[in-house]
T-cell receptor
């Protein structure tokens, strides 16, 4: 199973709402990532989890709160978002061997959640 | 900081060969990857170069020159389904117990025509 799943596919929320995005993988990967992607732009890294611990936070506003309950699941909790936060939110996972010579460097991406903040 | 530049758009005809360039300036470098993303879809991995030279995977090849901070993706025998955005990406360091960062280039939109 080389699939990363994300729910929901689409989400519309108001600026006062609280919602969560979910991501799941069963490839045994111990690195999981959240990216934000605006239209016609590259994915921008938000958070990285390594062995279920937050290892990189790219100075993301606190209205985004990540959580990694176990090695297969990754959540992104959303609260008091702004309209400019509307984007495609992508989850990805990779082996922590990724990047080594001879090991390839593949990150597996989920289909994303398209978020609209009204 | 990290800077990866690509041409914004490339157009080519079906059956042709196209090269998409990537020049990078990064504070750390451990390898260059290429990803394909169709409209509305997720990025999918195409290739990875950790060392200088050419890597070939079917119709796609990727090249890296570390001394020139330059790489390219070569797509041969273009098909309509290759119309997509292509991103180069740099891994800033080796994964050592914690995952390293992958920074994506500006992206190149490839349009394949008949």
């Amino acid at each position: 199973d080389t699939e990363v799943t994300q729910t929901p596919k689409h989400l519309v929320m108001g600026m006062t709402n609280k919602k969560s995005l979910k991501c799941e993988q069963h490839m045994g990967h111990r690195a999981m990532y959240w990216y934000k992607q605006k239209a016609k732009k590259p994915p921008e890294l938000m958070f990285v989890y390594s062995y279920e611990k937050l290892s990189i936070n790219e100075s993301v506003p606190s209205r985004f709160s990540p959580e990694c309950p176990n090695s297969s699941l990754l959540n992104l909790h959303l609260h008091a978002l702004q309209p400019e936060d509307s984007a495609l939110y992508l989850c990805a996972s990779s082996s922590l061997l990724a990047g080594l010579v001879g090991s390839g460097d593949e990150q597996f991406f989920g289909p994303g959640t398209r978020l609209t903040v009204l | 900081g990290q800077s990866l530049e690509q041409p914004s758009e490339v157009t080519a005809v079906e059956g042709a060969i196209v090269q998409i360039n990537c020049t990078y300036q990064t504070s750390g470098f451990y390898g260059l990857s290429w990803y394909q993303q169709h409209d509305g879809g997720a990025p999918t991995f195409l290739s990875y170069n950790a060392l200088d030279g050419l890597e070939e995977t079917g119709r796609f090849s990727s090249f890296l020159s570390r001394s020139d901070s330059y790489g390219y993706l070569l797509l041969q025998e273009l098909q309509m389904k290759d119309s997509a955005s292509y991103f180069c990406a740099v891994r800033d360091r080796r994964n050592t117990g914690t995952a390293s960062k992958l920074t994506f280039g500006t992206g190149t939109r490839l349009q394949v025509t008949l």
